[in-house]
């Protein structure tokens, strides 16, 4: 009995730290050191880059879900805090504990990917105090640039991808904007309680359809992009960033003719992370067309 006490702790903690998107971070910095290494990989690098994705991940969320627990009671009362699962402190005490973890780590490699997981972490983790302004939404995808930037400075910033980390970098931030603005219809109660400004709150349900359509076609549309700018023509890229764009598109559009149900946009919500999860994939697949040996 106590063991399945332990066991059903363990997974309330992991889902405060939102595991598969914690993971999702840790795995996408081990592909952009492959990609960008060309697969002379540097084990100490890896293992480091994705210890800094999942605690770095880890951490915001923690702090989020102690912010937000008020407003959670309201919008999703069912979360580990409100419902009394985990005591609130102890979720602090775990974000600062992440939170260091990240940025010390990286001690270990140099003081660029120190600067840059301290910067991002840091930006990350600082979202959850500023619900309060309406472009702390973009703070979200800002976030989602960084394993790729530290991915990229890990591997000595290799020139010939410049253009390509630009490019698909604002891929995943226009995809992540408009799955942000998803999430901030469906939260819209909870949030005009607690003065929380989001874009739907601060310009209308109407203006951030059409910032969701013009983000979803511009995600797109770099996505593919970003796949012309390297040197080799990689179709395994494209087959996946296609199947990637489908599963996005359909969902995207289901929501925009469907904004006031919150089911359907609740599953939108997570079939664009489903979407994102291929399209970094997509990312992996152009490292195999050009692996040194």
């Known amino acids: 009995m106590k063991r399945c006490i332990r066991l059903y702790r363990v997974k309330t903690y992991l889902s405060i730290m939102r595991f598969s998107n914690s993971l999702?971070?840790?795995?996408?910095?081990?592909?952009?050191?492959?990609v960008y290494s060309k697969w002379m990989i540097d084990v100490n690098k890896i293992v480091i880059g994705f210890i800094t994705g999942y605690t770095g991940s880890a951490s915001a969320m923690c702090i989020n879900d102690y912010i937000d627990a008020p407003v959670d009671s309201i919008n999703k009362p069912w979360k580990p805090i409100p419902s009394g699962l985990v005591n609130r402190r102890n979720v602090l005490y775990m974000s600062i504990a992440l939170l260091l973890s990240t940025i010390l780590i990286n001690v270990l490699i140099n003081?660029?990917?120190?600067l840059v997981a301290s910067i991002y972490v840091l930006i990350?983790?600082?979202?959850?105090?500023?619900?309060?302004?309406?472009?702390?939404q973009l703070i979200v995808p800002l976030s989602t640039t960084a394993p790729l930037i530290y991915g990229y400075i890990v591997s000595n910033h290799p020139l010939e991808y410049l253009?390509?980390?630009v490019l698909f970098s604002a891929t995943m931030f226009s995809a992540t904007l408009v799955r942000e603005i998803v999430k901030a219809i469906i939260d819209i109660e909870g949030d005009?309680?607690?003065?929380?400004?989001?874009?739907?709150?601060k310009y209308g349900l109407d203006n951030a359809k059409k910032l969701i359509i013009i983000n979803t076609i511009v995600s797109v549309t770099l996505g593919?992009?970003?796949g012309l700018t390297i040197n080799y023509r990689s179709t395994l890229y494209f087959i996946l960033f296609t199947i990637s764009s489908f599963i996005y598109l359909n969902n995207v559009f289901k929501a925009i003719k469907n904004i006031d149900n919150k089911i359907i946009l609740d599953k939108t919500r997570k079939n664009i992370l489903i979407a994102m999860s291929i399209a970094l994939l997509a990312f992996l697949s152009i490292s195999f067309q050009n692996k040194s040996y």
């Open 111 to 114: 003081y660029k990917t120190l």
């Open 163 to 165: 253009s390509f980390t």
């Open 124 to 136: 990350a983790y600082t979202y959850s105090f500023l619900r309060k302004q309406w472009w702390s």
């Open 224 to 226: 593919y992009l970003s």
């Open 192 to 201: 005009l309680k607690y003065n929380y400004s989001t874009i739907p709150i």
């Open 24 to 34: 999702l971070t840790g795995l996408t910095i081990v592909f952009s050191i492959i």
